[in-house]
């Protein structure tokens, strides 16, 4: 089935850059949309960027203007380029890819998850 795996993860200085990575294996036939999470010990997981199949992108406050959504063009790949890191954005990065169903008539979306990879920012 659906399965995304991210990589691109590591350990940067303040001020440096990395760009993460989500490749999703499996058959998505009708999308619903990709994004980009992270959880800190201690808190909740949170949304930092998603990218709709329009096209929409929303984005964290805390990281706009230095962090990039995209999706190439099968829609399979999902990447987030992050610049001018702080040692706040330290946190298990996650990717989901929206999967919307048809069964018996119902319709229900739902997000399958990566086993996540770590940034780690230090001063």
């Known amino acids: 089935q659906v399965r995304p795996v991210e990589s691109g993860g590591g350990s940067v200085q303040t001020g440096g850059s990395l760009k993460l990575s989500c490749t999703v294996s499996?058959?998505?036939?009708?999308?619903?949309?990709m994004g980009w999470f992270r959880q800190a010990p201690g808190e909740e997981r949170d949304l930092v960027s998603w990218i709709s199949v329009e096209g929409y992108k929303t984005i964290r406050d805390s990281v706009r203007g230095r962090f990039t959504i995209s999706r190439d063009n099968t829609g399979n790949r999902l990447y987030l380029q992050m610049n001018n890191l702080k040692t706040e954005d330290t946190a298990m990065y996650f990717c989901?890819?929206?999967?919307?169903?048809?069964?018996?008539?119902?319709?229900?979306?739902?997000?399958?998850w990566g086993q996540g990879t770590q940034v780690t920012v230090s001063s």
């Open positions: 989901t890819a929206c999967v919307g169903t048809y069964a018996g008539g119902h319709y229900a979306e739902n997000n399958y």
């Open positions: 499996g058959n998505i036939t009708n999308p619903c949309g």
